[in-house]
T-cell receptor
Framework: ELKVEQNPLFLSMQEGKNYTIYCNYSTTSDRLYWYRQDPGKSLESLFVLLSNGAVKQEGRLMASLDTKARLSTLHITAAVHDLSATYFCAVNFGNEKLTFGTGTRLTIIP | NAGVTQTPKFQVLKTGQSMTLQCAQDMNHEYMSWYRQDPGMGLRLIHYSVGAGITDQGEVPNGYNVSRSTTEDFPLRLLSAAPSQTSVYFC?????????????FGPGTRLTVL
């Protein structure tokens, strides 16, 4: 079965702290996407990770992909309130479909 | 470019009614897809299309029909609405399939079935 699991599902963190969101998937893939969704809004593409060892950074967010461990991480550095949102990873398993994780709702507390 | 557009933004239906959710894109993308988003379940693929005239089922296709007569449009039809179809529906498009291309999402349609 093609599954994508994220943890944690909910995360409250203080401004200025660091944290990591994890995305595990069930079988071989080297195509992984991270999206951000603000409440009541659509999904915004953050990162596309296309190979083992890929690392991408944008501002306070950094994403990496380890295809051997079937794991991607989204690391948040020195969190600020504007990063409060729900973050989704999505995996392509070599077909014409994307399978999404359940999302991580991140709340940054002042 | 308007990107991916969806209409309506909100819709309330009674059980048994039918309706069509519209999706259009102006980026000449070959690949289009429909997802539903339910609390705690992420996004689940309903149907997708790799080009005009070609459609296929996703993870949760029952109760929905699609067609793709043009590159630009990919409507989603609810044949006989049920309360279980209450959800937020997103349309997405990309140049090719998700193996190599990031998808761009529309603003969503919030559907309530009473």
């Amino acid at each position: 079965e093609l599954k994508v699991e994220q943890n944690p599902l909910f995360l409250s963190m203080q401004e200025g702290k660091n944290y990591t969101i994890y995305c595990n998937y069930s079988t071989t893939s080297d195509r992984l996407y991270w999206y951000r969704q603000d409440p009541g809004k659509s999904l915004e593409s953050l990162f596309v990770l296309l190979s083992n060892g890929a690392v991408k950074q944008e501002g306070r967010l950094m994403a990496s992909l380890d295809t051997k461990a079937r794991l991607s991480t989204l690391h948040i550095t020195a969190a600020v309130h504007d990063l409060s949102a729900t973050y989704f990873c999505a995996v392509n398993f070599g077909n014409e479909k994307l399978t999404f994780g359940t999302g991580t709702r991140l709340t940054i507390i002042p | 470019n308007a990107g991916v557009t969806q209409t309506p933004k909100f819709q309330v239906l009674k059980t048994g009614q039918s309706m069509t959710l519209q999706c259009a894109q102006d980026m000449n993308h070959e690949y289009m897809s429909w997802y539903r988003q339910d609390p705690g379940m992420g996004l689940r693929l309903i149907h997708y299309s790799v080009g005009a005239g070609i459609t296929d089922q996703g993870e949760v296709p029952n109760g929905y029909n699609v067609s793709r007569s043009t590159t630009e449009d990919f409507p989603l039809r609810l044949l006989s609405a049920a309360p279980s179809q209450t959800s937020v529906y997103f349309c997405a498009s990309s140049r090719g399939g998700p193996a190599y291309n990031e998808q761009f999402f529309g603003p969503g349609t919030r559907l309530t079935v009473l």
